[in-house]
């Protein structure tokens, strides 16, 4: 990978093959007994056992990540004030999170190839916790998604984390907001990774092509593409996104099926193929990187991780 230091202007490259990110990481720590029915989601362990966050990075990295995520999706400071943290716990907080997966790395892999982390910054709609992130339709204007946002970024950008990961976006007045955000950034560059309902659209119903040329024009946005949306679309939704950027591409969909909000579970009715299986496939279309979302595994990761790059460190 490219060191660190040239910025806004990296994305991670891996000798001609592709970036492989990590999986879930709820469904790791949920297998390991940890209760997620909380607004905080994952970011609840940050709170009470952050050593287990620390465990499921180091797994992702020995299952051969080249980029693992925090666990910081669902932590904002709204969400963090309502558990009674003040603004300073709240920073202490975001910044734990890459702290974790740093350690974690650090301790895996030095120099200039070790992996990348990724400080995760999810959408208007995990602070709401109702599956928003599903559908859009928040009802606010750009500029109070901007303000959203913004302050997280002014914070994780000298985090020590090499990426900003903006994840699971599923609308365009979010995508602008992002854009906007993200304006003088003096820091790392930036993903931004949609949810998608089909294999054209986003959750919210816009084109895929219109919410990628959105952050288009941003150079703190180094790739763009697709998260936590059915791994059947996904192949479509690259083809199209490819149509209206230059930027790479990424690819980290979830195991499938549908998620159901009112009852906090997945649809488990169709049982699609195997990560791995579609890799090449995303690879075809134009990605650069390929991982996995929720209820993706360590496990998947490896296997993903074999079928485009060799055999995994661990």
């Known amino acids: 990978m490219r060191d660190a230091t040239v910025g806004a202007a990296a994305f991670p490259e891996r000798g001609g093959r592709p970036v492989i990110l990590d999986g879930a990481l709820a469904t790791e720590l949920e297998a390991r007994g940890f209760t997620l029915d909380d607004p905080l989601w994952s970011a609840r362990v940050l709170l009470e056992a952050p050593e287990a966050v620390r465990a499921v990075h180091r797994d992702y990295l020995l299952a051969g990540a080249d980029v693992i995520t925090t666990a910081g999706y669902q932590a904002t400071f709204e969400g963090l004030a309502r558990r009674g943290l003040d603004r300073a716990r709240s920073e202490g907080v975001l910044l734990r999170a890459v702290e974790l ?18 400080a995760s910054l999810g959408p208007y709609g995990a602070l709401l916790a109702d599956g928003s992130e599903f559908r859009g339709g928040y009802g606010l204007h750009v500029e109070a998604l901007r303000d959203f946002h913004r302050p997280r970024v002014d914070l994780l950008a000298r985090s020590g984390a090499e990426l900003l990961a903006f994840e699971t976006v599923p609308c365009i007045e979010e995508a602008e907001a992002i854009a906007r955000a993200l304006e003088d950034l003096d820091g790392p560059g930036a993903w931004v990774s949609f949810s998608c309902r089909d294999g054209a659209h986003v959750a919210q119903g816009e084109r895929i092509e219109d919410c990628v040329a959105a952050v288009e024009g941003v150079r703190a946005v180094v790739a763009v593409g697709v998260n936590c949306s059915h791994p059947r679309w996904v192949e479509e939704l690259l083809e ?21 909000p009112e009852e906090r579970r997945w649809d488990d009715s169709e049982a699609p193929h195997a990560l791995a299986w579609y890799a090449a496939r995303y690879v075809a279309a134009g990605a650069r990187a390929v991982g996995g979302c929720c209820r993706t595994t360590p496990g998947d990761i490896r296997s993903l991780r074999q079928t485009l790059g060799g055999p995994s460190p661990g």
């Open 240 to 260: 199209r996104a490819r149509s209206a950027t230059r930027k790479p591409l990424l690819a980290y969909p979830n195991r499938g099926g549908r998620w159901l």
């Open 101 to 118: 997966a740093r350690e974690a790395r650090d301790a895996f892999a030095s120099g200039p190839e070790r992996p990348w982390v990724a």
